[in-house]
C-alpha cells in the first residue's frame, strides 16, 4: 500500500473519532447541565474543555451555548466537530478510490449534510441564542453517520492493510482521548471521598461513564452502583469494553500485528516493543497498583505513550528515508 | 414544428423544437423522424411532466452522491458542481459507428507512425509533406524526445478524437486529442446512471455496452510494459486532488485496480522509478499519466513543478518505464498541424482519410492569410496554444471591434492561429425544464491503442447547453449526455 494512501486513511479514521469525542461530550454535557445549577456548570464546562485537550483560542465565557456552537461549528477553530469531519472528509477524497464507494457515500452525506446552506444557518451563534438550533439533534445525527460509517466500514472494505491503518487511527486516538478524559475528571472523581451516591457527584460520574457511552456497560459488570475506583477501573482497564484504553490498546497492537505480518517484522522491532509494553502495562496491572501511585502521572504516561507510537507508525510506514529503504 | 398527421409531434414537450439548416439528430425534416429515434421519442412523450422532472432529480442526486463533482476551491469547504448532465440519449446507428470507428483507427495509426517519424528519420519532413518549421515550431515539439525508442513504438496509447456532423449529417473531426485526453469517467457514470434511470427505454433498444473500457486500458497499458517484466507494476499518475479530473483519475485507477499516484508517491533511483509503500520502495513499470509533458520531472522540463518526479524522464530514456502517452505527442494535436493530417494518412498508409477534417485555413500560407482577414467576420478563429474554448473569435457573434484586434494578432503570429469556416454543428434533443430542446452537441469517442487498436463503442457526447451555443466546453458551460451506439 503506497505510504501517503496509509496515512490518509490513518488520519481519516483519527478525525473521524475525534468529531464523535466531541460531539459525545458535548451531547453528554449539555444533556447533564439541565439537571444542575449554574453554580457547577463553570467546573463542569472547564473539564469539558480539559478533556478535549485545551483547543486553542476556546475559552469558558460561562456561556454553555456560546462554548457549544465554537466547538461545534466554528471552522476557523481547528478543534470543531466540523473542523473534524471536512478534515475526514478530505483525506478519504485523497484515497477515494482506496475506500468502498458505500463508504464514501456515507462519509460524503454526512459532509453535504453539515455543510448544506441550511445548515449554514443554524450555525450561526444567533441561531443558537434563539432556539432555532437544537445541539442535541445535530449531534445525535454526526453520532450516528459517524457508527453508520464505521458499520459501513466493517462490512465493505477488505479488512486488509488499509482497513488495520484505520483501525490504528482509531483506537489509538480513542486510548489517548480516553486517558485525556480520565485525567480531567480525576480531581472530581477523589476530589470528596466520603460523599457518595448523592446530588451532583452522581451525575458527574454518571456523566463520565456516558462520555465514553459506558454507563450501561458498567452497569452489567458492577450494577448501577458508582464508585470512583470501578469507574477508573472499567474506563481503564476492562478487556471487553471498546471504549477503555485496555481494549484500545489491544486493538491498535492487533492492527499493528497484522501490518507487520504484511509488511515484514524484521524493520518493526522499535514499534513492537513500544506498543507491546503499553498493552502489557494495562493487561497486567492492578487498579489498586495504579491508584497508590501517581494516578496523573501513570495518565499522562499513556498518553505519551500513545504519541511515541504515532511517531514511529510514521518513521516507519510513511516518512522513512529513501536510503534506508534501498538499503534495507 | 410543422402540423403533421401525427398527434405525437403536436405534444407541448416539442413546442420549443425548431429545425434550421444545422443536422438534427432526432428529425430529418420537419414531422419526420430518423426511424431509429421513433421509441425515443414516444418514450419521452409517453412519461407525464413530472415523471421525467422525478428522474431528472434522481440523476443528478446519484452524480452528486457519488462525488462526480467539479471542485471550484478557495475556502476550507470547497465549493462542488456537479456537471450538468442531460436525460435524452444521443443515438447513433451501426452504420454510422462502422466508418467512425474505421476512421479514427485509422487516424490513430497515422499520427503513431508521423510521431514516429519526426522523432527519428523525419522521412515526412524530407519529403516537405509536413513543413519542417512547423514541427520544430511547436510548443509540444520536445527535442528531448529524438532518437528515443518507445515501446512496440506506440506513442499515443490512449486518445480522444473530437467528431462533429456537419450539416448533410457526415461525422467530420474538429479536434485530436492526444496528450492527456479526458473525460470517459463521464461516458461510463452517464451509462450507469442512464440505465439505472431509463431501464425500460435502454431496454427496447440494442445497445451496444462500453463497461469493458477500463479493461481493455488496462490491457493496453499492460502490452506496453518495457521488456523483461512480465508482471509490471502499472500505475495512474494524477497531479492531485486539486486537479478538476480528480474525479475520473481516482475512477479509472479504482475500475482498473491499479495504484492512484501523485509526484510524491514515486521517486528515482539509478534510472528506476519506485513507488512508496508501507514496505518499502516498490518499482514501477507503467505509467498511466494523466500530468501534462511540462510538469511531469522537473529536471527535464518545468523546473517550478512539484506534480511530478525528478529523475522520471532519464527512466523513461533508458527504457525503464513506460509512460502513457508517451512525451510530446502534444505536436500531433496542434490545432496548425491538424491541416495536414489527411496528408500524413495518405502518406504512411496510401488511404484516403475515411473521416475528412474540417476545412482549415493556415494563415502561414501568405495566400492563405490574406482570406482570413479579409472574411473574419465569416471564419471562426482558433489560438493555436488554448484549448478548453478559450483565445476564440466567432466571426458572426463578433463585433468589428474584435474582428480587428484578430487580425492584428494574425498579422503578428500567424503560426498561432487557424481559421475555420462556421459551421454549425449537429443538434440533439435536450430535456430543458419539461420542453425537448435541440442544442449543439460534439462526439468524443476514447481510442486506445497497445498491441492493437481499441474502441469502445460509444463516446462522450458534449452539449453546449446555451441555446445556440457552439462551445461544448465544461469550462464554459457545457454539459453531456449517454451516447448509444446501436447493435445493428
Known sequence: ?328 | MHPTQSSQFEHSILKNYLLDHAYDEMFSGPGDLHRHCQRLLEHFTSLPPEELQRRKQAADLSFLNQGITFTVYGRDEGTEKIFPYDLVPRIITAAEWTTVELGLAQRITALNLFLKDIYNEGRILQDGIVPREMVYSCKHYRRQMSGLQVPRNVYIAVCGTDLIRLENGEFVVLEDNLRVPSGVSYMLTNRRVMKRIFPELFRSYNVRPIEQYTQLLLGTLRSLAPEGRPQPNIVLLSPGVFNSAYFEHAYLARQMGIELVEGRDLVTHDNIVYMRTTIGLRRVDVIYRRVDDDFIDPLAFRGDSILGVAGLFNAYRAGNVTLANAFGTGVADDKALYAYVPDIIKYYLSEDPVLKNVETYLPTRPKERRYVIENLDKLVVKAVGESGGYGMLIGPQSTKAQQQEFARKIEADPRNYIAQPTISFSRAPCLIGDRLEPRHVDLRPYVLFGDKVTIVPGGLTRVALTPGSLVVNSSQGGGSKDTWVLNQ
Not at chain 1, 29 to 56: I, T
Not at chain 1, 155 to 178: C, D, K, P
Open chain 1, 1 to 328: 500500500m503506497l505510504s501517503r494512501v496509509a496515512d490518509s486513511l490513518y488520519w481519516m479514521s483519527r478525525y473521524l473519532e475525534r468529531a464523535e469525542h466531541t460531539t459525545r461530550l458535548l451531547d453528554v454535557n449539555l444533556n447533564l447541565m439541565l439537571d444542575e445549577s449554574a453554580a457547577s456548570a463553570d467546573r463542569r464546562w472547564q473539564r469539558v474543555l480539559e478533556a478535549l485537550g485545551r483547543p486553542k483560542d476556546i475559552e469558558w465565557s460561562g456561556e454553555p451555548y456560546a462554548l457549544t456552537q465554537a466547538l461545534t461549528f466554528d471552522t476557523t477553530n481547528k478543534a470543531s466537530i466540523l473542523s473534524f469531519i471536512i478534515a475526514a472528509r478530505e483525506n478519504s477524497r485523497h484515497v477515494r478510490e482506496q475506500i468502498s464507494t458505500e463508504q464514501w457515500h456515507r462519509l460524503n452525506s454526512l459532509y453535504l449534510q453539515v455543510v448544506s446552506p441550511e445548515m449554514q444557518i443554524k450555525r450561526q451563534a444567533e441561531a443558537f441564542a434563539a432556539g432555532i438550533t437544537r445541539p442535541s439533534e445535530f449531534l445525535q445525527s454526526v453520532m450516528e453517520a459517524v457508527h453508520q460509517f464505521q458499520g459501513v466500514t466493517d462490512s465493505t472494505m477488505n479488512h486488509g492493510e488499509g482497513w488495520q491503518f484505520i483501525q490504528v487511527g482509531r483506537y489509538l486516538e480513542r486510548a489517548s482521548a480516553t486517558a485525556l478524559l480520565l485525567e480531567a475528571y480525576h480531581e472530581d472523581l477523589w476530589g470528596q471521598p466520603e460523599r457518595i451516591g448523592e446530588g451532583n457527584e452522581y451525575l458527574d460520574w454518571m456523566g463520565l461513564l456516558r462520555s465514553a457511552t459506558a454507563f450501561e456497560a458498567y452497569c452489567k459488570v458492577y450494577t448501577a452502583d458508582l464508585t470512583p475506583d470501578h469507574i477508573f477501573e472499567f474506563l481503564l482497564l476492562d478487556g471487553e469494553f471498546p471504549h477503555s484504553v485496555r481494549f484500545s490498546i489491544d486493538s491498535v497492537q492487533c492492527a499493528l500485528e497484522k501490518i507487520q505480518g504484511d509488511s515484514g517484522k524484521a524493520r518493526a522491532q522499535a514499534l513492537q516493543r513500544l506498543s507491546g509494553r503499553l498493552q502489557a502495562s494495562l493487561s497486567y496491572s492492578s487498579v489498586d497498583e495504579i491508584l497508590r501511585e501517581d494516578v496523573v502521572g501513570y495518565l499522562r504516561g499513556i498518553q505519551a505513550q500513545c504519541h511515541a507510537i504515532h511517531n514511529t507508525i510514521y518513521e516507519l510506514y510513511v516518512d522513512y528515508s529513501i536510503q534506508a529503504a534501498l538499503a534495507g
